[in-house]
């Protein structure tokens, strides 16, 4: 009896799958945390050296925490039926913790480590317990609970680097990071009870793929944030102008390259794989890579709106040409989870970035933004020539095509 009633927590088969209203609103406490990312990577623009790598360092484990509570959460909604009141109230919790790690951002490696580790633990150690108590006697208990039990063993270190030297803040927290993400892709392995291998949970397709879609809008809505308040808050100029205006068409380009057949057909993918739960996991990693480039991008943004024919930063090129570099590599990653293979015109696009990258060294930032645009013009024309008058192809997802006969007893 215990575990029927909790099998009323997990998404029937009617399920639409489509995100709800409730995800929506928690992504806004997504989208303050990913401004406060930003603002932490801006604030490297006049860095050097060592100073840039360990500052650019800091803010990437701040950010990699986020966003392992958001995947986390969008996994959880993608396999429990999210108008359950004990899933939204796990929901809106979260969404509390995350945006206490997203006003504690801004100084989480100083004076409000211990606020913005707390937080995290209270999702990571906490939310699985209630999941798993929801559960009762359901055998997919066990999974919160696996998650709950390995969450605790990195808490010491959080607290530890938290409550500790602000040297050892960094080294102790990368390695309780390390384990937290280790952990995930072996999923959770416990003596006597084994792993419960994530890539054989049993998920609804196309809610992953709509949050996925979501986050990667998000980012670039956080883009166009930077954009405006940027472009709006200092003194109007024709070199303003100008940079806002190349400024917004990258980040349309880059809206224009993802959703170019791969990214629109993630829903599509996920419900042709035999393993849809590992095609998951990989796209959850691609995101990762995606929402991360326009992040960089964005900072870029600011840097090129501040001074478009200033005197070059020191990291300026690292935000710049880096982030859509980046965005190029993630999107060809996407390209071959959703069709086993990769197309020539983003393999063509990073090449030719990689070649200009130190002839922009000598050039104002304006000019370094307006060859990326350039090239990433390249990369959606040379796509809309080689799909034009074709049809929507069929996805073909390279992984998974094993047997699928063994399954996790747990999924």
């Not at 308040?229 to 190349?246: K, M, N």
């Not at 791969?262 to 998951?280: C, H, K, Q, S, V």
């Not at 859509?324 to 990653?333: E, G, H, I, S």
């Amino acid at each position: 009896m215990a575990a029927v009633r909790g099998a009323d927590l997990l998404r029937p088969p009617t399920s639409s799958g489509r995100a709800t209203f409730l995800e929506l609103f928690f992504d806004l406490a997504f989208v303050v945390a990913l401004t406060r990312v930003s603002q932490r990577f801006a604030g490297l623009s006049d860095d050097t050296g060592w100073a840039l790598v360990t500052g650019f360092g800091r803010t990437l484990l701040l950010f990699l925490a986020l966003w392992l509570i958001w995947s986390h959460t969008a996994w959880i909604t993608s396999r429990y039926e999210p108008e359950r009141p004990i899933i939204q109230a796990v929901v809106v919790g979260t969404m509390f913790a995350g945006l206490i790690m997203a006003v504690t951002l801004s100084r989480a490696m100083e004076e409000r480590a211990l606020a913005f580790a707390a937080a995290y633990l209270m999702v990571m150690v906490v939310r699985p317990l209630v999941v798993a108590a929801a559960l009762r006697g359901h055998p997919r208990r066990l999974v919160p609970f696996r998650l709950a039990v390995w969450a605790s063993t990195t808490a010491p270190l959080w607290l530890a680097g938290a409550l500790g030297p602000d040297r050892l803040r960094l080294p102790l927290w990368a390695a309780a990071l390390a384990i937290d993400y280790l952990a995930w892709a072996l999923g959770w392995p416990l003596p006597w009870l084994g792993a419960s291998k994530v890539g054989r949970w049993r998920i609804a397709g196309t809610h992953l793929a709509d949050r996925y879609q979501q986050v990667f809008l998000i980012a670039l809505g956080e883009s166009i944030l930077v954009i405006g308040v940027v472009f709006g808050g200092t003194d109007y100029s024709y070199g303003r102008a100008a940079a806002f205006t190349v400024t917004f068409a990258t980040s349309a380009l880059l809206w224009r390259i993802y959703f170019h057949r791969a990214g629109l057909l993630l829903t599509d993918a996920l419900e042709r794989a035999d393993m849809p739960g590992r095609l998951g996991t990989l796209l959850e990693r691609t995101h990762l890579l995606i929402v991360f480039s326009v992040l960089v991008t964005a900072v870029g943004y600011e840097l090129v709106i501040d001074h478009p024919f200033g005197q070059p930063r020191p990291g300026w090129l690292l935000f710049v040409v880096g982030g859509p570099m980046l965005f190029l590599v993630a999107r060809m990653r996407l390209e071959y989870e959703i069709f086993g293979r990769v197309s020539r015109s983003r393999a063509i696009g990073f090449v030719a970035l990689l070649l200009f990258t130190p002839a922009l060294v000598r050039w104002a930032p304006m000019v370094g933004l307006s060859v990326v645009a350039g090239v990433l013009a390249l990369v959606a024309l040379l796509d809309a020539r080689r799909s034009w008058g074709q049809p929507l192809e069929v996805p073909a997802p390279p992984v998974g095509r094993e047997s699928t006969d063994v399954r996790d007893s747990e999924a």
